[in-house]
T-cell receptor, first 114, second 115 residues
Framework: KQEVTQIPAALSVPEGENLVLNCSFTDSAIYNLQWFRQDPGKGLTSLLLIQSSQREQTSGRLNASLDKSSGRSTLYIAASQPGDSATYLCAVKGGGGSQGNLIFGKGTKLSVKP | EAGVVQSPRYKIIEKKQPVAFWCNPISGHNTLYWYLQNLGQGPELLIRYENEEAVDDSQLPKDRFSAERLKGVDSTLKIQPAELGDSAVYLC?????????????FGSGTQLSVL
């Protein structure tokens, strides 16, 4: 059974810092991996999607990497801003390829202080 | 373009009462998902539809939960009767479907409180 773990559970940094969020998964046979952002009381917003054949994806100040063999992904946020404060969730799709379902981690709650 | 629309935004009911949630996915999205999210946890899949067919409902507690997606567009999730442990956020999501980039788009959710 696929399990997704995110470390740390919470992170507080001063504005301007570069930071890394970690995601690990137990079954390396994944179809894709997505990073989401969730603001308090809101739904999830997809940030980056990495297919199993890819190593990384970039969008603006965000860069996500994937190492399937070690069961790890990282989300790198450059020059953090207070507006980046949110919970970041990692989710993997596997166990059936395109027919599989997303398994989510519990998220990392990020606070960026001005 | 409108995103995934859910209603109501909040719902407070007493235990043993019925409750229903409604979802309108993004136009053209064939795949629709209902997720349950408890406080401090990631979302957990309840049911997934491909068009009007429920292709995965293995995590749906069928003794009290039911769902439908008429005409492959809007969907309704129902709980009858509700229990205290059903208090959570119910999220609806949609995607273009199998064979596409499969990026999920979520609604704002319905926060259910069962008293």
């Amino acid at each position: 059974k696929q399990e997704v773990t995110q470390i740390p559970a919470a992170l507080s940094v001063p504005e301007g810092e570069n930071l890394v969020l970690n995601c690990s998964f137990t079954d390396s046979a994944i179809y894709n991996l997505q990073w989401f952002r969730q603001d308090p009381g809101k739904g999830l917003t997809s940030l980056l999607l990495i297919q199993s054949s890819q190593r990384e994806q970039t969008s603006g100040r965000l860069n996500a990497s994937l190492d399937k063999s070690s069961g790890r992904s990282t989300l790198y946020i450059a020059a953090s801003q207070p507006g980046d404060s949110a919970t970041y969730l990692c989710a993997v799709k596997g166990g059936g390829g395109s027919q599989g379902n997303l398994i989510f981690g519990k998220g990392t709650k990020l606070s960026v202080k001005p | 373009e409108a995103g995934v629309v859910q209603s109501p935004r909040y719902k407070i009911i007493e235990k043993k009462q019925p409750v229903a949630f409604w979802c309108n996915p993004i136009s053209g999205h064939n795949t629709l998902y209902w997720y349950l999210q408890n406080l401090g946890q990631g979302p957990e899949l309840l049911i997934r539809y491909e068009n009007e067919e429920a292709v995965d409902d293995s995590q749906l507690p069928k003794d009290r939960f039911s769902a439908e997606r008429l005409k492959g567009v809007d969907s309704t999730l129902k709980i009858q009767p509700a229990e205290l442990g059903d208090s959570a956020v119910y999220l609806c999501a949609s995607s273009l479907g199998v064979g596409t980039d499969e990026k999920l788009f979520f609604g704002s959710g319905t926060q259910l409180s069962v008293l």
